[in-house]
């Protein structure tokens, strides 16, 4: 990075703009902001309005038909039916519990007996 007070220095022995000089800087300003400013329509291509409107519905879509899909129904237990564990869940599972310096506590449980075919619909 260069050094600011040399190149202050530098400036300082620039000489100013005659006036003419300033007149035409002020002239294509003035030009410049008179010109009309591009609008969102013209930046942009209809090709891309349409490809975003095309994922929108794509996702509208989507989103209706995962909520009208049911889900696999699940056996509800009866109140008088009282079902036995196989085994107490501190039999079979395996626990692994570590704590961050912040206090966040993580506890991961390892069923040995799990597969992935059992939660697959």
């Known amino acids: 990075m260069s050094e600011w007070r040399p190149v202050l220095r530098?400036?300082?022995?620039?000489?100013?703009?005659?006036?003419?000089?300033?007149?035409?800087?002020?002239?294509?300003?003035?030009?410049a902001a008179?010109?009309?400013?591009?609008?969102?329509?013209q930046e942009h291509s209809p090709a891309g309005a349409i490809i975003g409107g095309l994922l929108t519905v794509a996702v509208a879509v989507g989103v209706i038909a995962a909520r009208s899909?049911?889900?696999?129904?699940?056996?509800?237990?009866?109140?008088?039916?009282?079902a036995a564990p196989a085994a107490a869940?501190?039999?079979?599972?395996?626990?692994?519990?570590?704590a961050t310096p912040?206090?966040?506590?993580i506890?991961?449980?390892?069923?040995?007996q799990f597969s992935w075919e059992q939660t697959l619909p």
């Open 102 to 105: 912040g206090g966040t506590r």
């Open 69 to 82: 899909v049911e889900g696999p129904a699940l056996p509800v237990p009866s109140p008088d039916a009282v």
């Open 34 to 41: 008179a010109e009309p400013s591009r609008t969102f329509a």
């Open 89 to 98: 869940p501190s039999d079979r599972l395996k626990h692994l519990q570590f």
């Open 107 to 112: 506890i991961w449980q390892f069923d040995p």
């Open 10 to 31: 530098h400036v300082a022995d620039v000489t100013p703009l005659n006036a003419e000089e300033t007149e035409s800087i002020r002239t294509a300003m003035l030009a």
